[in-house]
T-cell receptor, first 113, second 113 residues
Framework: KAGVTQTPRYLIKTRGQQVTLSCSPI?????VSWYQQTPGQGLQFLFE???????NKGNFPGRFSGRQFSNSRSEMNVSTLELGDSALYLC????????????FGPGTRLLVL | AQSVSQHNHHVILSEAASLELGCNYS??????LFWYVQYPGQHLQLLLK??????LVKGIKGFEAEFIKSKFSFNLRKPSVQWSDTAEYFC???????????FGKGTSLLVTP
């Protein structure tokens, strides 16, 4: 099976702009989770979607939002970018039906100037 | 607050040395435990996991971990490291069958020839 794919792999934006990141889960997986990885804070949970519904949300401001489509692909949006949003954004997928292993994609590296 | 602590932030070992990386968590309920590894330039990969049963779990590449409930610990071990084990290691906890993984800050392991 193909793994989790994320696009784009790299992005450079300026403060105040918005950005949309995309994640395609492993075929058959219906749960998609998003994480932010920074050197200072490590890996932090953003939110999780299952069957187009957000089931869980981390402690991030409302500028961070997401959605999931009927084919389980997910997008994450960050509006009004700040310098501190520079990070590696990771997507993970799992079947979504219970306690399971999450499989991670390669990430999108976002640099905000 | 719920947290995951990895006490060793940077570890340097010579090849063939034994490895033990500490992980402690502060959840009181049911937990599921993971160790992930991030090799240089690669995405996060699962090393091993504990959901229930035998508290000593074996993973890929000769790694093992022991869940000690009374100590809220899930330490990672390998009897003899190789240069190819150079990577960043993350302990993660999924609490009360929720959908978020809470990660420790990671341990950077450098194995010297």
């Amino acid at each position: 099976k193909a793994g989790v794919t994320q696009t784009p792999r790299y992005l450079i934006k300026t403060r105040g702009q918005q950005v949309t990141l995309s994640c395609s889960p492993i075929s058959g997986h219906r749960s998609v989770s998003w994480y932010q990885q920074t050197p200072g804070q490590g890996l932090q949970f953003l939110f999780e979607y299952f069957s187009e519904t957000q089931r869980n949300k981390g402690n991030f401001p409302g500028r961070f939002s997401g959605r999931q489509f009927s084919n389980s692909r997910s997008e994450m949006n960050v509006s009004t970018l700040e310098l501190g949003d520079s990070a590696l954004y990771l997507c993970a997928s799992s079947p979504g039906t219970g306690v399971e292993t999450q499989y991670f994609g390669p990430g999108t590296r976002l640099l905000v100037l | 607050a719920q947290s995951v602590s990895q006490h060793n932030h940077h570890v340097i070992l010579s090849e063939a040395a034994s490895l033990e990386l500490g992980c402690n968590y502060s959840y009181g309920g049911t937990v599921n435990l993971f160790w992930y590894v991030q090799y240089p330039g690669q995405h996060l990969q699962l090393l091993l996991k504990y959901f229930s049963g035998d508290p000593l779990v074996k993973g890929i590449k000769g790694f093992e971990a022991e869940f000690i409930k009374s100590k809220f610990s899930f330490n990672l071990r390998k009897p003899s490291v190789q240069w190819s084990d150079t990577a960043e290691y993350f302990c993660a906890v999924n609490a009360d069958s929720g959908y978020a993984l809470n990660f420790g800050k990671g341990t950077s392991l450098l194995v010297t020839p």
